[in-house]
């Protein structure tokens, strides 16, 4: 038996050799084809997001309110569309379902990042971005314990797949910056919608390679009767908020000031601007760190501040006006986290008081009909909802 075993050692010992031999061929051979013929491969998890700088809540109707975005990039080898977004709120033994966006809704909600032309609506191609614009109002609204469930369905498949992330989004934990009126008496129509393709909170200008939505909680604010916002449209003097004073809403430093754009008598003379000469005349004013106040749209002449003067709460600072890209007199509002028209982020922010005394259901009648008026409303420590008509004191 002793002799044996040398032989059935080199038997066995020359059969695994040989099959190694062969396993290795095989591995060599599909390398190569592959080569050849590459197989589009889905990764784990097709679907990158881009998660927001910060989110805050602003009070709007009394409700916490949450204006963000999300930047989705499709990291598969196909299309894919997606199908539905639930926004869930986690508590201690369930998740309760604050928002929930489907496919059609998701369509008109999605939109190409710059430079991502074959984005369309819900259906991303591979390789491509697309922003999803989300606002969610709600009293159980906490933080954190926010989850962003997505069904999604990728090209040639029939299953719809589901990720859920936790915790996506980043907490600022202060609150909105609070600011007196920018402006005196009413009407004031404060106009801004999130759904409009082309209102501010859907505009992304880039700048230094990177996108960004100075505007996101923009208001434009125009001033009506109980009607119309001018006696003969064309000719700007006539338009009811034309020329009013605008006020600094803080005590706070000039940071900047633009008063370089000329002003036409009348909205059929009123140049074609770029997006780069939206603003017109403007002021921005530093009221916290990384924290200023735009002034849009004002008067030439009318700018009474200059850069690094401190300046008192209820100034007057300049005069609402008709001047970049605007199709009539307005003040454009807003609050950003740089000194930059265009290259910072909107952040919230809410007025100490205000009283609201009616609003526009269908805005498309804006200048037609009359504002539905309600018993006025006095609201402190909040941001005027959309398109309702508001008196400041």
Not at 315 to 326: D, E, K, W, Y
Not at 361 to 369: A, E, L, M, R, T
Request: glycine share 8%; charged share 20%.
């Amino acid at each position: 038996m002793k002799a044996c075993w040398p032989g059935l050692w080199h038997h066995t010992a020359g059969s695994v050799r040989r099959l190694f031999m062969l396993l290795l061929l095989f591995r060599i051979v599909s390398a190569l084809g592959q080569v050849g013929n590459p197989t589009p491969r889905t990764p784990a998890n097709p679907i990158s997001i881009r998660k927001p700088q910060f989110v805050q809540p602003v009070r709007v109707d009394k409700q916490p309110t949450l204006v963000y975005e999300l930047h989705i990039t499709n990291e598969a080898g196909v299309r894919l569309t997606i199908r539905d977004l639930y926004l869930l709120q986690k508590n201690k033994r369930r998740s309760d379902t604050l928002l929930h966006y489907d496919e059609a809704t998701l369509s008109h909600r999605l939109a190409p990042l710059p430079g991502n032309n074959k984005v369309q609506g819900a259906s991303i191609p591979p390789g491509a971005s697309s922003i999803l614009y989300i606002e969610v109002s709600s009293s159980e609204l906490r933080t954190p314990g926010l989850q962003h469930l997505l069904r999604y369905q990728l090209d040639g498949s029939d299953a719809v797949d589901v990720i859920l992330y936790n915790d996506l989004l980043r907490w600022q934990l202060v609150e909105p910056v609070l600011l007196s009126p920018p402006l005196r008496g009413g009407n004031w129509t404060a106009i801004y919608d999130p759904s409009w393709t082309r209102g501010h909170r859907r505009v992304v200008y880039t700048t230094d390679g990177a996108p960004h939505i100075p505007g996101r909680l923009a208001i434009d604010f125009m001033k009506v009767d109980s009607i119309q916002y001018a006696r003969q449209e064309d000719s700007i003097v006539t338009w009811f908020g034309y020329g009013a004073e605008v006020l600094a809403v803080a005590d706070c430093e000039v940071a900047s000031v633009c008063d370089s754009f000329p002003e036409s008598a009348t909205l059929a003379a009123h140049p074609a601007y770029t997006a780069a000469q939206a603003t017109g005349n403007y002021i921005s004013l530093k009221i916290a760190p990384d924290r200023y106040v735009f002034y849009e749209h004002l008067q030439p002449g009318s700018i009474a501040v200059k850069p690094g003067q401190r300046i008192q709460k209820g100034a007057v600072i300049a005069r609402l006006g008709f001047t970049g890209q605007t199709t009539g007199p307005h003040l454009h509002f807003h609050v950003a986290d740089r000194n930059s028209p265009l290259g910072a982020e909107g952040v919230p922010f809410e007025f100490d008081r205000f009283t609201q005394i009616g609003h526009y259901p269908d805005f498309s009648q804006f200048g037609k009909v009359t504002f539905t008026r309600i018993a006025a409303k006095n609201v402190q420590r909040a941001m005027p909802a959309s398109n309702t008509v508001v008196v400041f004191e």
